[in-house]
């Protein structure tokens, strides 16, 4: 799994010019599902957001993580993630899950997500056309990959 976390002031998710989602200060999550994610990447990456000490604390420094602040999350799925540009320009994304694989393990980590902070997280609509739009904070924006933890 993969995953881009941004600090945002603000994050909506509109679908066919429906807001979907709406959050203020937190974090946006986009993420992507490769066909060999588990649980124990679910796991992993959960615990690592939550723990992420990427808000500021009294002094400005990045100390204060997600529960810390009591900040929002949305979940975007996003196969695009795992893009592999080494051969020509095209792109290709055959080691992104296909649905029948995703999206189950999209609404388990977003499930555990909601169980580690104890409140609801906001999503985006799997598979869908989504216009995302959000205000960086900072900006910060950092890139986690499971597969890549040591």
């Not at 009294?58 to 602040?69: K, L, P, T, Y």
């Not at 388990?108 to 598979?127: A, H, M, W």
């Amino acid at each position: 799994m993969r995953i881009v976390i941004q600090r945002v002031k603000k994050a909506s998710v509109t679908v066919e010019e429906n807001i979907i989602a709406s959050i203020g200060h937190g974090f946006l999550i986009l993420l992507g599902i490769e066909a060999e994610d588990t649980q124990e990447d679910i796991d992993w990456l959960v615990a690592k957001i939550v723990k992420l000490r990427v808000f500021s604390d009294e002094n400005d420094a990045m100390n204060n993580s997600i529960v810390d602040v009591q900040g929002d999350i949305i979940v975007v799925s996003q196969f695009t993630l795992h893009a592999s540009t080494k051969k020509g320009n095209r792109p290709s994304f055959i080691k992104a899950a296909r649905p029948e694989v995703a999206i189950p393990l999209y609404e388990l980590f977003v499930l555990q997500l909601e169980k580690q902070l104890g409140r609801i997280v906001q999503t985006g609509s799997f598979g869908a056309m989504m216009d995302v739009a959000l205000v960086n904070d900072g900006p910060v924006t950092i890139l986690i990959d499971s597969k890549k933890r040591e």
